[in-house]
Nanobody
Framework: QVQLVESGGGLVQAGGSLRLSCAAS????????MGWFRQAPGKEREFVAT????????YYADSVKGRFAISRDNAKNTVYLQMNTLKPEDMAVYYC???????????????WGQGTQVTVSS
């Protein structure tokens, strides 16, 4: 069992930056691929970024490529999402996700966090 707790969301102006963190419980954090999804009101949950168990591979949605960066610290059981040059369309609830396999689809996720709100003002 893995529990995920996100933090770092908030209100930011367009063009600004935020860093999300996701702290995981359990001793097997390094066994999991980690990632982030987001869901805006009235829309489906969408993939944002993922990182392999050792941080050696990352993958991004086209909409965030070049602006967001995912990283992890296995010693701290934490995954991060650095979000730069934020746009109003990035506004959503951001969810941390964990899976024993590399993933880009929500159905492949084993564990979810509770979500953290990111609001971008124009």
């Amino acid at each position: 069992q893995v529990q995920l707790v996100e933090s770092g969301g908030g209100l930011v102006q367009a063009g600004g930056s935020l860093r999300l963190s996701c702290a995981a419980s359990g001793r097997t954090f390094s066994s999991y691929a980690m990632g982030w999804f987001r869901q805006a009101p009235g829309k489906e949950r969408e993939f944002v970024a993922t990182i392999s168990w050792n941080g050696g591979a990352t993958y991004y949605a086209d909409s965030v490529k070049g602006r967001f960066a995912i990283s992890r610290d296995n010693a701290k059981n934490t995954v991060y999402l650095q979000m730069n040059t934020l746009k109003p369309e990035d506004m959503a609830v951001y969810y941390c996700a964990a899976s024993l396999k590399n993933f880009i689809q929500a159905r492949e996720v084993n564990y979810w966090g509770q979500g953290t709100q990111v609001t971008v003002s124009s």
